[in-house]
């Protein structure tokens, strides 16, 4: 068993898993979020934001969450170290193989990920969680939430945040095009007939998603 | 056709090296690219030069002993061919080729495009093989094989272990290499009985010997010149994670 | 004065061998451990014979040129591998194999050793199943079959087009299993120079480390050769570039003596000649004439496309010439046949030294599936070659050098006039006579290495057990050593002009002009003048690029056409002396009115031996009168 946790083919076994976790997690983070430009008020937002908020199951999934989130970085890091470690000449003229275009950038995604994590955590987690920035609203059934939609509306009124996100949201896309079906792969599910259909998915995948999370900002920006 | 050749220079292991400019003429388009090596190394000895260095052995892209990186690609821009197998044809008049040896650590220079490929036998030698002594062996009829599953295992098994697919890997990953071999017996009845054993002992040794992680890019696939279907690393990983949880 | 002693068991044929096995001396399993073996060569013999010398318990240590023993060229090796196996039920027997391949190789060739490889050919099939070879199956689950050249049964076993390398890797891979218990080593890109003989007995062998260039020594108490054949002495030939003669040639000096050493197998369907830089020639498997018929147009010099030329206009020239057999006659009938087409002036391709070879009929009754499932990889390679794409329009082929049925002299146990040396597959000349039937040389290969070497060498091992480990530093292994080095020095002394290729193609030429696919005595004479004057030139300005002491590819060809020029005029004097025609051995002035090859059995029926004296061309011929209790020798007749 310990081998899965230090083999190549273990630790990228736990981070398909990881990466899995979280693709299932931004489906769920996107359907939430969306209600923002779906409905006229923030409300729906607010309650989902706050049962995600104070639901014990939730909270211990956050920890997961993070955790999932550490572990796809740090064993992504150890295992590109080992791969970089792997060519110490390199080549004059490289990588013209006629292969996946997204495949060849998942390193540089992943960094343009790093960074939207950390701007995206201080812009609202960090100030919805710790720093209290948030003012409270109620509403018809009489219960007090965070009105945490007001501020990411209010955040999105800026333009340059807007091209930041849109752009960084664009990387986050890239990556996923090519890890969802990198994921099934590495589990070992490959198949005649499903693989493509399962390359096809991911592709659907990654293009609503990273579409649906940068149609926030930019319909926010303009409508609202 | 009139060509430029960037050639990687290097005369032994220790030696740094470098790319040196070669121009040659009269290059037919029938040539295989080892014959214009060939015959660049002619002309190089006519004049007193020391001749490029390549491995070659049964030109006809089975033995495995060709591979040269070729303007960015594993045995160059054709599909499905080995080094001594591509045409000239594949280049045009004004051309300029840049020749460079398979890059891995696992894969030391040895001189100029020759490269040290033990690696591979090493990998083998830790569990790619079924343990049978001469002798062992029940009635080959005993125990049938699905024809489906003979030809899966016949289709990974052609392998010629040349490193194109270290050598297109971004990673220098072998799980190409490593997987036809782990998937090829685990095709076959015969292979079944060492299945766990052998997958860990081989993932582990490609691991030692300092070979890249797959991270899926496909680019093996590609450029391997027996068009070795990725299938077989899902395979592989599917055997891995079933040796290691049962 | 050698006696030659085949040392062909007692009794009836089919029990030599179970006979004998019961009779060997043995080596104890304790007594194995103190042992040593080198293995000179890592293909299907090689391999074979290593990994299992390791699994009994011997200490084996294995040498390749290349840089690793998968890479042999029995890896190339496409079209299968008999056995007597009968799955057909088309009444196969050892019996029938074995008369197939005595009466193929024209009645040269020792009927006790033919019977054995028939014998144990269906144990070489469980063996490799066994290691996990891929063999094509029936949907049954059951393996597959295809005639092939020179048969009437379907008993050949195949993997596509790559049963060779099937059957080498999986003998590889078992060598390798060897490697890592610790009883086999490996000593890759080392080329064998020398063979060390110590009190008449084969005790090492002198090597170069192809990297760093040292010269190294190896000792131990016997020495395999598996070292291939020489068909690479025709400078274009089906072989790896890099095959050579020089290990036998090594033994030859050293006294072991060189059997039939012009019997060397033309095969019939390579893709021709196309351009004159080319370095090689790609065989495609003779299981194409299965289901490929080979023709040319009746009209002399007609240039149209092949599909052009109508069904009428088309002369099926072997089926019209050898209607039992048609387009699965052996190889040396195939060859000359074509050649003689060729040379009548009816050949096609741009240099008219072609034939088609056609599957057009065979798609329209079999389908195209069916035929790809056959032959796709042979179809995909010969379009990557010629660009021709076989599923439309026929291939062109024309016969090339690719095999050696002479080698290495070898007794019953597969030893060498030298005691303590043995010669395994392709280099030892037992079982192909004059001609070798198709699928057989994989099955010999295998055979020598799992099943008879491992036997035989304990006879001679037996009596070894008390020599302690053989030290190599021994006044023969200085003499070898300096003789090694003093040829090296003088080849990279003499700085010449011409390169090391050029002689090897002038050479090729020499030979496949006048000991070829036909033969006649005033070609031969002027062959060996030739050589000679071209070995002079050779000596006198050759260029060797690169030093000594480095990879030196230049330094290795160099080397091996030294020997080349040596063995070519063997080939020669061998081809003089027989004055009959016999399998691939063609000899003009021995032919019927009709073409056809005359046998003169009276005279010639005897393997032809040869010993140095220390010039080549004063080499002492040895006779072993073959002698058929089994079979009587007929005209072999395909028609």
């Given at each position: 068993m310990s081998n899965i946790f230090t083999s190549s083919v273990g630790k990228k076994f736990i981070m398909s898993l990881a990466g899995l976790f979280l693709i299932i997690f931004l489906v769920l983070h996107l359907s939430i979020n969306i209600t923002l430009i779906l409905f006229k008020t923030p409300e729906t937002f607010n309650k989902a934001a706050t049962f995600m908020g104070n639901n014990p199951v939730i909270k211990i999934m956050e920890v997961v969450l993070f955790g999932g989130i550490l572990l796809h970085m740090i064993y992504g890091a150890v295992l590109q170290i080992q791969n970089l470690l792997a060519r110490p000449v390199r080549y004059k003229?490289?990588?013209?193989?006629?292969?996946?275009?997204?495949s060849k950038y998942m390193l540089h995604t992943a960094i343009i990920i790093t960074i939207f994590l950390v701007i995206h955590l201080l812009d609202f987690w960090i100030k919805n969680k710790f720093l209290g920035e948030v003012h409270d609203i109620t509403y018809a059934d009489g219960k007090t939430y965070h009105d945490l939609g007001a501020l990411v509306i209010e955040r999105f009124q800026i333009g340059w945040v807007v091209i930041v996100y849109v752009v960084l949201l664009l990387g986050l896309g890239f990556h996923l095009h090519h890890s969802f079906q990198s994921a099934f792969q590495t589990l070992g599910l490959n198949h005649k007939t499903y693989t493509p259909v399962i390359k096809a998915l991911g592709v659907i995948y990654s293009i609503v998603v990273a579409g649906g999370f940068i149609s926030i900002p930019v319909v926010i920006y303009f409508l609202k | 056709m009139n060509i430029t050749l960037k050639i990687w220079r290097q005369k032994n292991r220790d030696d740094k090296g470098k790319f040196v400019t070669y121009k040659l003429g009269d290059v037919s388009a029938e040539m295989t690219f080892l014959e214009m090596l060939d015959y660049l190394n002619e002309k190089l000895i006519r004049e007193g030069a020391d001749p490029v260095a390549f491995d070659s052995d049964c030109?006809?892209?089975?033995?495995?002993?060709c591979g040269l990186y070729i303007n960015g690609r594993p045995n160059g821009p054709r599909k499905g061919v080995t080094t001594c197998q591509l045409s000239m044809s594949a280049f045009k008049d004004g051309d300029t080729i840049t020749v460079e040896p398979w890059r891995a650590k696992a894969f030391p220079v040895i001189k100029d495009l020759v490269v040290d490929r033990t690696s591979f036998d090493k990998i083998i030698q830790a569990g790619g093989y079924i343990s049978v002594n001469t002798g062992a062996a029940p009635e080959a009829n005993a125990i049938p094989v699905k024809k489906e599953n003979a030809e899966r295992a016949f289709d990974a098994g052609i392998c010629i272990g040349c490193g194109s697919c270290v050598a297109a890997c971004t990673n220098a990953s072998a799980m190409l290499f490593v997987s036809a071999k782990v998937s090829q017996l685990a095709l076959l009845p015969q292979g079944r009985v060492e299945a766990k054993e052998r997958v860990r002992a081989m993932v582990q040794a490609m691991d030692e010997l300092g070979f890249g992680n797959c991270s899926n890019t496909g680019a093996c696939e590609v450029e391997c010149p027996k068009e070795i279907s990725l299938s077989h690393i899902a395979r592989l990983n599917r055997e891995y994670f079933t040796a290691g949880i049962t | 004065m050698i006696k030659l002693d085949a040392k062909i068991p007692e009794g009836p044929l089919s029990e030599k061998w179970t006979k004998h096995q019961s009779s060997v001396k043995l080596v104890s399993p304790a007594n194995k451990k103190k042992l040593d073996i080198i293995v000179v060569g890592g293909g299907a013999a090689g391999a074979s014979a290593a990994a299992s010398l390791a699994e009994s318990g011997y200490n084996v240590k294995v040498y390749v040129?290349?840089?690793?023993?998968?890479?042999?060229?029995?890896?190339?090796?496409?079209g299968g591998i008999n056995a007597t196996k009968n799955y057909k039920n088309d009444a196969d027997s050892d019996y029938r194999l074995f008369y197939d391949m005595i009466k193929g190789g024209d009645f040269r060739s020792r009927e006790a050793n033919v019977y054995r490889i028939a014998e144990i050919s269906n144990k070489i099939i469980d063996q490799f199943v066994a290691q996990g070879v891929p063999f094509a199956r029936e949907y049954g689950g059951h393996l597959a079959n295809r005639s092939f050249g020179g048969v009437q049964v379907s008993r050949t076993f195949y993997a596509q087009g790559q049963t060779g390398q099937q059957c080498t890797l999986a003998a590889y891979q078992a060598l390798m299993r060897q490697v890592k218990a610790g009883k086999a080593k490996i000593f890759a890109r080392r080329d064998m120079l020398d063979l060390v003989v110590i009190d008449g007995r084969a005790r090492g062998i002198i090597t170069r480390n192809l990297i760093t260039g040292e010269i190294e020594r190896h000792s131990a108490h016997a020495v395999v050769f598996?070292?291939?054949?020489?068909?690479t002495i025709y400078y274009?030939?089906?072989?790896?570039?890099?095959?050579?003669?020089s290990a036998a040639m090594a033994a030859f000096r050293k006294g072991a003596l060189m059997a039939n050493p012009s019997m060397a197998q033309i095969h019939p369907t390579c893709i021709p000649v196309l351009n004159e830089y080319q370095s090689k020639l790609t065989l495609m498997s003779e299981s194409l004439r299965n289901d490929g018929r080979v023709w040319v147009p009746k009209q002399k010099g007609d240039k149209r496309p092949a599909n052009e030329i109508k069904e009428e206009e088309r002369d099926y020239y072997l089926e019209r010439k050898y209607p039992a057999f048609g387009n699965l006659v052996p190889r040396d009938v195939a060859s000359r046949a074509a050649k003689e087409r060729c040379d009548e002036g009816y050949g096609v391709g741009e240099t008219g030294l072609s034939v088609y070879l056609d599957f057009r009929d065979a798609i329209e009754n079999q389908g195209k599936d069916a035929i790809k499932s056959k032959y796709g990889t042979l179809f995909d390679l010969c379009e990557k070659v010629t660009g021709i794409n076989p599923y439309k329009e026929p291939m062109r082929i024309y016969p090339a050098s690719h095999y050696t049925m002479g080698g290495l002299w070898v007794d019953y146990n597969l030893m060498t006039t030298i005691p303590g040396l043995y010669a395994i597959g392709e280099a030892n000349f037992s079982d192909h006579g004059a001609n070798r039937l198709g699928a057989s040389s994989l099955m010999q290969c295998a055979g020598d290495g799992y099943f008879i070497l491992p036997v035989t060498i304990g006879d001679y091992l037996a009596d070894q057990i008390r020599i302690p480990k053989i030290p190599a530093d021994t006044p023969e292994f200085d003499e070898a050593e300096k003789a090694v080095k003093d040829k090296l020095n003088k080849l990279m002394s003499i700085k010449g002009t011409q390169s090391p290729t050029s002689f090897h193609k002038r050479l090729g030429h020499i030979l496949w002009t006048y000991s070829g696919m036909k033969r006649n005595e005033k070609g031969l004479k002027k062959a060996l003048e030739e050589i000679k004057e071209l070995q002079e030139e050779f000596w006198r300005d050759v260029r060797v690029a690169g030093e000594l002491y480095e990879l030196n590819h230049e330094l290795e060809k160099a080397n091996r056409i030294a020997d080349f020029f040596e063995l070519a005029q063997l080939i020669v004097l061998d081809a003089l002396n027989r004055k009959e025609s016999c399998g691939a051995h063609f000899?003009?002035?021995?032919?019927?009115?009709?073409?056809e090859p005359k046998r003169d059995d009276k005279n010639y029926s005897y393997v032809a031996a040869w010993e140095y004296t220390g010039d080549i061309l004063k080499s002492v011929l040895h006779k072993e009168e073959l002698i058929f209790e089994y079979v009587t020798p007929v005209k072999r007749s395909y028609k």
């Amino acid at each position: 068993m310990s081998n899965i946790f230090t083999s190549s083919v273990g630790k990228k076994f736990i981070m398909s898993l990881a990466g899995l976790f979280l693709i299932i997690f931004l489906v769920l983070h996107l359907s939430i979020n969306i209600t923002l430009i779906l409905f006229k008020t923030p409300e729906t937002f607010n309650k989902a934001a706050t049962f995600m908020g104070n639901n014990p199951v939730i909270k211990i999934m956050e920890v997961v969450l993070f955790g999932g989130i550490l572990l796809h970085m740090i064993y992504g890091a150890v295992l590109q170290i080992q791969n970089l470690l792997a060519r110490p000449v390199r080549y004059k003229k490289s990588n013209y193989s006629q292969t996946s275009f997204f495949s060849k950038y998942m390193l540089h995604t992943a960094i343009i990920i790093t960074i939207f994590l950390v701007i995206h955590l201080l812009d609202f987690w960090i100030k919805n969680k710790f720093l209290g920035e948030v003012h409270d609203i109620t509403y018809a059934d009489g219960k007090t939430y965070h009105d945490l939609g007001a501020l990411v509306i209010e955040r999105f009124q800026i333009g340059w945040v807007v091209i930041v996100y849109v752009v960084l949201l664009l990387g986050l896309g890239f990556h996923l095009h090519h890890s969802f079906q990198s994921a099934f792969q590495t589990l070992g599910l490959n198949h005649k007939t499903y693989t493509p259909v399962i390359k096809a998915l991911g592709v659907i995948y990654s293009i609503v998603v990273a579409g649906g999370f940068i149609s926030i900002p930019v319909v926010i920006y303009f409508l609202k | 056709m009139n060509i430029t050749l960037k050639i990687w220079r290097q005369k032994n292991r220790d030696d740094k090296g470098k790319f040196v400019t070669y121009k040659l003429g009269d290059v037919s388009a029938e040539m295989t690219f080892l014959e214009m090596l060939d015959y660049l190394n002619e002309k190089l000895i006519r004049e007193g030069a020391d001749p490029v260095a390549f491995d070659s052995d049964c030109r006809e892209g089975i033995c495995g002993m060709c591979g040269l990186y070729i303007n960015g690609r594993p045995n160059g821009p054709r599909k499905g061919v080995t080094t001594c197998q591509l045409s000239m044809s594949a280049f045009k008049d004004g051309d300029t080729i840049t020749v460079e040896p398979w890059r891995a650590k696992a894969f030391p220079v040895i001189k100029d495009l020759v490269v040290d490929r033990t690696s591979f036998d090493k990998i083998i030698q830790a569990g790619g093989y079924i343990s049978v002594n001469t002798g062992a062996a029940p009635e080959a009829n005993a125990i049938p094989v699905k024809k489906e599953n003979a030809e899966r295992a016949f289709d990974a098994g052609i392998c010629i272990g040349c490193g194109s697919c270290v050598a297109a890997c971004t990673n220098a990953s072998a799980m190409l290499f490593v997987s036809a071999k782990v998937s090829q017996l685990a095709l076959l009845p015969q292979g079944r009985v060492e299945a766990k054993e052998r997958v860990r002992a081989m993932v582990q040794a490609m691991d030692e010997l300092g070979f890249g992680n797959c991270s899926n890019t496909g680019a093996c696939e590609v450029e391997c010149p027996k068009e070795i279907s990725l299938s077989h690393i899902a395979r592989l990983n599917r055997e891995y994670f079933t040796a290691g949880i049962t | 004065m050698i006696k030659l002693d085949a040392k062909i068991p007692e009794g009836p044929l089919s029990e030599k061998w179970t006979k004998h096995q019961s009779s060997v001396k043995l080596v104890s399993p304790a007594n194995k451990k103190k042992l040593d073996i080198i293995v000179v060569g890592g293909g299907a013999a090689g391999a074979s014979a290593a990994a299992s010398l390791a699994e009994s318990g011997y200490n084996v240590k294995v040498y390749v040129f290349q840089d690793s023993s998968r890479r042999a060229h029995s890896i190339a090796s496409q079209g299968g591998i008999n056995a007597t196996k009968n799955y057909k039920n088309d009444a196969d027997s050892d019996y029938r194999l074995f008369y197939d391949m005595i009466k193929g190789g024209d009645f040269r060739s020792r009927e006790a050793n033919v019977y054995r490889i028939a014998e144990i050919s269906n144990k070489i099939i469980d063996q490799f199943v066994a290691q996990g070879v891929p063999f094509a199956r029936e949907y049954g689950g059951h393996l597959a079959n295809r005639s092939f050249g020179g048969v009437q049964v379907s008993r050949t076993f195949y993997a596509q087009g790559q049963t060779g390398q099937q059957c080498t890797l999986a003998a590889y891979q078992a060598l390798m299993r060897q490697v890592k218990a610790g009883k086999a080593k490996i000593f890759a890109r080392r080329d064998m120079l020398d063979l060390v003989v110590i009190d008449g007995r084969a005790r090492g062998i002198i090597t170069r480390n192809l990297i760093t260039g040292e010269i190294e020594r190896h000792s131990a108490h016997a020495v395999v050769f598996a070292t291939g054949g020489y068909g690479t002495i025709y400078y274009l030939s089906t072989l790896a570039i890099n095959s050579n003669g020089s290990a036998a040639m090594a033994a030859f000096r050293k006294g072991a003596l060189m059997a039939n050493p012009s019997m060397a197998q033309i095969h019939p369907t390579c893709i021709p000649v196309l351009n004159e830089y080319q370095s090689k020639l790609t065989l495609m498997s003779e299981s194409l004439r299965n289901d490929g018929r080979v023709w040319v147009p009746k009209q002399k010099g007609d240039k149209r496309p092949a599909n052009e030329i109508k069904e009428e206009e088309r002369d099926y020239y072997l089926e019209r010439k050898y209607p039992a057999f048609g387009n699965l006659v052996p190889r040396d009938v195939a060859s000359r046949a074509a050649k003689e087409r060729c040379d009548e002036g009816y050949g096609v391709g741009e240099t008219g030294l072609s034939v088609y070879l056609d599957f057009r009929d065979a798609i329209e009754n079999q389908g195209k599936d069916a035929i790809k499932s056959k032959y796709g990889t042979l179809f995909d390679l010969c379009e990557k070659v010629t660009g021709i794409n076989p599923y439309k329009e026929p291939m062109r082929i024309y016969p090339a050098s690719h095999y050696t049925m002479g080698g290495l002299w070898v007794d019953y146990n597969l030893m060498t006039t030298i005691p303590g040396l043995y010669a395994i597959g392709e280099a030892n000349f037992s079982d192909h006579g004059a001609n070798r039937l198709g699928a057989s040389s994989l099955m010999q290969c295998a055979g020598d290495g799992y099943f008879i070497l491992p036997v035989t060498i304990g006879d001679y091992l037996a009596d070894q057990i008390r020599i302690p480990k053989i030290p190599a530093d021994t006044p023969e292994f200085d003499e070898a050593e300096k003789a090694v080095k003093d040829k090296l020095n003088k080849l990279m002394s003499i700085k010449g002009t011409q390169s090391p290729t050029s002689f090897h193609k002038r050479l090729g030429h020499i030979l496949w002009t006048y000991s070829g696919m036909k033969r006649n005595e005033k070609g031969l004479k002027k062959a060996l003048e030739e050589i000679k004057e071209l070995q002079e030139e050779f000596w006198r300005d050759v260029r060797v690029a690169g030093e000594l002491y480095e990879l030196n590819h230049e330094l290795e060809k160099a080397n091996r056409i030294a020997d080349f020029f040596e063995l070519a005029q063997l080939i020669v004097l061998d081809a003089l002396n027989r004055k009959e025609s016999c399998g691939a051995h063609f000899r003009e002035e021995y032919q019927t009115e009709e073409g056809e090859p005359k046998r003169d059995d009276k005279n010639y029926s005897y393997v032809a031996a040869w010993e140095y004296t220390g010039d080549i061309l004063k080499s002492v011929l040895h006779k072993e009168e073959l002698i058929f209790e089994y079979v009587t020798p007929v005209k072999r007749s395909y028609k």
